[in-house]
């Protein structure tokens, strides 16, 4: 077995093992391998006593310093003597320590004496540094992430390799072809006393996912994958994890290999790795040129680095489900790719290899519990701790029960009471959920005794039971298909109003709220059944509800003689193009509903051309959010055009679509003669600096509209001296966001003199642009005399101490504005 040492941050528990090397007959730990584990480590101590550490024959270290080579009183050491049993405590360093400065210092001044070319690659060294750093700290904020199994449904850690390896040739990148591994969760969550199993993130052993149109993948998953590459290459230890440096490693689990090619795979791994860096490196700086951004590694560069990582923080559910879906798309057979799904004692899901699995759940008990399955034609999928049963009498369903609590790897229950069951076998069915991890249940008790409880139909007490099964803390969603003689949805009053959203049986109140409740297609239908007689309710939520176009086709067709539904949400399902024309036909007759969702949908351009012809004629819809669909520039310019003759519309969420520039003349426009539209996001499109100038314009005529969101769109310092000089005339526009959109100090400048004349804008959002402390400044002289302004928000602008300074001193004399991130 391999030689390790025990290493913790002192005063932690959590210990990790770091392997020990032979060198010069010593047994010894690299220092380089320790701080990949703990970054920004000062010493070791053994109890309170600081370790020894090894030197050359003169007691001195060498460093190089680019080309050069400057040798330096040893001040960090650069291994440690190997303690076998004993854990070394870690410290870490707040700011630099004595001696590092000292050592600083005397680089320095060996630096002072070379030549300029020299400080400027140690410049760039620096930026470098910075740079990884930054990659760093996005790989560690995906690995903290946590995730509940509703959310969770496929494993969120995976990167991409080429198809074959091949020496990096920019001219040929756009050939390549890639495949997707996913990677175990393997941590401190799988381990067992005496387990032998490494516990460290690694690799699926798994002949990986052909990624289809990479370009588009890269361009959503890119930021993502660029700190998962990194991680695996140079390993990290955060949050319980420990993730080994490819190059250390003795296993690589991509494929099945012998031991005498471990050595051969492992630096075809790395060398697939670094092609997959690269690759995604050039498209990254592609992409700055086209966008004017300096990309020889300046400070310029390092900030468009940082907001390329911006949104890179952790894939969200809806990210996860998307890459499900395309998966499936791509690659329909073994989904998962030999992983499988724990819940830790935290409630957290993690995927694992088919080792950790079996070691966290008792290997015979699930056997048992296998078979229990097996002789009632049931199915279990282990991966995904799914089952799906049909009980036949009461004694099978005490025999499943039993079973049950001794499986501690069933999240998924779809559970069907096939016989005339009682309240008593409801309350087996509870205890036997209290000591299981269950979370989510779809039971069905169409066979319940209602001749038994005829006499207390609408009585509270008829649903006791199931609310007991509602409220265990494991349980996060709860469907139940009830008899149709049993009483009405507004007869269940759980004792926490939260409850019925975990809850979904009938339909009968004034807002229903199903929430990720997997109704899907058939579902939908149902609820349009009664969609079409119900006159009481007015709110209806089925977000993620995997409800497709014929779910929708249903409910449209409900709407059309519905006459007390104002809001509708679909937000995350899958209606597409097909839904959205079918709804777009309800639109044209209905006359209530005020409120429509339609959130990540892919309705497309084709949906988004619709929905535009029913909006020349409806007049009851003020609310249409159609963020993240995909419409395009045809969708967009058909929904302009419908604006100029819609007189109720009052909110447009067209946020992530796809806009481009090209098409801002048309909502120009349309907002000379719209009279009744007030928020309008445009977030997160392409509308550039050109399209920026030409929408400008519009506040100088429009008279309505009194929010205008444009966060992320690289609109620069020329879109917005445009819209300031409108923003001198407009008296309706109160809220404005500029975030993210390479705005520097022109921009700022600009904005400062339109808001010395400007009376009605209140909220100014500058978030994530670069005015710096000249802009600061330049805002800072408004806001002594303007006095509407009341929040204006300039965080992460690289404002230093001058522009803090600017700012303090206005505040002193304006009594009314808040700033936010200076």
Request: net charge negative.
């Amino acid at each position: 077995m391999e030689e390790t040492q025990l290493f913790r941050l002192i005063g932690s528990a959590v210990t990790v093992e770091i392997p020990v090397s032979h060198v010069g007959g010593q047994n010894i730990v690299f220092w380089e391998d320790v701080e990949q584990v703990f970054p920004g480590m000062q010493h070791v101590q053994n109890g309170k006593v600081a370790v020894n550490v090894l030197r050359d024959s003169d007691g001195n270290r060498t460093v190089m310093l680019s080309n050069y080579f400057i040798t330096v009183p040893s001040i960090t050491p650069h291994r440690i003597k190997h303690l076998p049993g004993v854990v070394l405590d870690v410290i870490k360093s707040t700011g630099p320590s004595t001696e590092e400065s000292k050592f600083r210092e005397y680089v320095v001044e060996k630096v002072d004496k070379l030549d300029d070319n020299v400080i400027k690659v140690l410049h760039n060294q620096r930026l470098m540094q910075d740079r990884l750093a930054l990659i760093q700290q996005k790989a560690e904020a995906i690995l903290v992430q946590n995730y509940e199994l509703l959310e969770y449904t496929i494993p969120r850690l995976f990167i991409v390799l080429p198809e074959t390896s091949m020496p990096w040739d920019p001219a040929k990148m756009f050939r390549t072809k890639f495949r997707l591994y996913f990677i175990y969760e393997c941590g401190e969550h799988t381990k067992v006393p005496g387990s032998t199993f490494p516990n460290h993130l690694h690799l699926a052993k798994h002949e990986g996912y052909t990624v289809n149109k990479p370009t588009k993948f890269f361009e959503k998953y890119g930021p993502f994958l660029m700190a998962m590459l990194h991680l695996i290459k140079v390993g990290a230890g955060i949050a319980g994890h420990l993730v080994p440096a490819l190059a250390n490693l003795k296993v690589v689990d991509v494929i099945d290999s012998t031991l005498s090619a471990v050595d051969s795979v492992t630096k075809q791994v790395i060398d697939d790795v670094d092609y997959s860096i690269k690759y995604l490196e050039e498209n990254r700086t592609q992409i700055q040129k086209s966008n004017g951004v300096d990309t020889e590694g300046g400070e310029v560069a390092l900030r468009y680095l940082e907001s390329y990582f911006s949104r890179v923080e952790g894939l969200e559910g809806v990210d996860l489900r998307q890459l499900g879906s395309y998966l499936k798309a791509n690659s329909p057979d073994n989904l998962l790719g030999n992983l499988y799904c724990i819940t830790t004692d935290k409630g957290h899901v993690k995927w694992v290899c088919i080792d950790h699995y079996r070691q966290a759940y008792n290997e015979r008990d699930q056997q048992d519990f296998e078979k229990a399955v097996q002789v009632n034609d049931g199915s279990y999928d282990p991966q995904l701790g799914k089952v799906v049963i049909s009980l036949g009498s009461k004694i099978i369903a005490e025999e499943f029960f039993y079973a049950l609590t001794k499986a501690r790897r069933v999240d998924d229950l779809d559970i069907t009471f096939n016989w005339v069951c009682s309240r008593s076998d409801l309350e087996k069915l509870e205890n036997a959920l209290k000591e299981s991890r269950v979370s989510i249940l779809r039971l069905d008790i169409r066979k319940f005794r209602t001749s038994f409880g005829r006499k207390l139909i609408a009585a509270s007490t008829q649903y006791e039971t199931l609310f007991h099964i509602v409220e265990l803390p494991n349980t996060k969603r709860v469907h139940v298909v009830l008899p149709n003689e049993l009483a009405k949805l507004s007869d269940f009053k759980p004792k926490r109003p939260s409850d019925l959203h975990k809850l979904s049986c009938r339909l009968d109140s004034d807002s229903l709220a199903l929430r990720n409740s997997l109704i899907g297609d058939n579902g939908a239908q149902a609820l349009s059944e009664a969609l079409k007689v119900n006159s009481t309710l007015t709110t209806l939520s089925l977000y993620n509800n995997s409800v497709r176009d014929n779910g929708a086709q249903a409910l449209s067709e409900a709407l059309k003689t519905n006459s007390t539904l104002t809001t509708l949400d679909l937000t995350f399902n899958s209606i597409g193009s097909d839904g959205a024309q079918a709804l777009s036909e309800a639109l044209k007759t209905n006359s209530t509903l005020t409120t429509l969702d339609l959130t990540n949908n892919s309705i497309g351009s084709d949906g988004a051309q619709a929905l535009s012809e029913a909006l020349k004629t409806n007049s009851t819809l003020t609310t249409l959010d159609l963020y993240d669909n995909s419409i395009g520039s045809s969708g967009t310019q058909a929904l302009f055009e419908a604006l100029k003759t819609n007189s109720t519309l009052t909110t447009l969420n067209l946020y992530g679509n796809s806009i481009r520039g090209n098409t801002v003349q048309r909502l120009l426009k349309a907002l000379r003669t719209n009279l009744t539209l007030a928020i309008l996001d445009l977030t997160y499109n392409s509308i550039e600096s050109n399209g920026a100038q030409a929408l400008f314009e519009a506040p100088k005529t429009n008279s309505t509209l009194t929010t205008l969101i444009w966060w992320n769109n690289t609109i620069r310092d020329d879109g917005v001296q445009t819209l300031s000089e409108a923003l001198k005339i407009n008296s309706t526009l109160t809220t404005l966001d500029l975030s993210f959109n390479s705005i520097g100090f022109n921009g700022a400048r600009a904005l400062s003199e339109a808001l010395k004349t400007n009376s009605t804008l209140t909220t100014l959002n500058l978030r994530d642009n670069s005015i710096g402390d000249s802009g600061a400044q330049a805002l800072s002289e408004t806001l002594k005399t303007n006095s509407t302004l009341t929040t204006l928000d300039l965080y992460n602008n690289s404002i230093g101490s001058n522009g803090a300074q600017a700012l303090s001193e206005a505040l002193k004399a304006n009594s009314t504005c808040r700033i936010n991130g200076t």
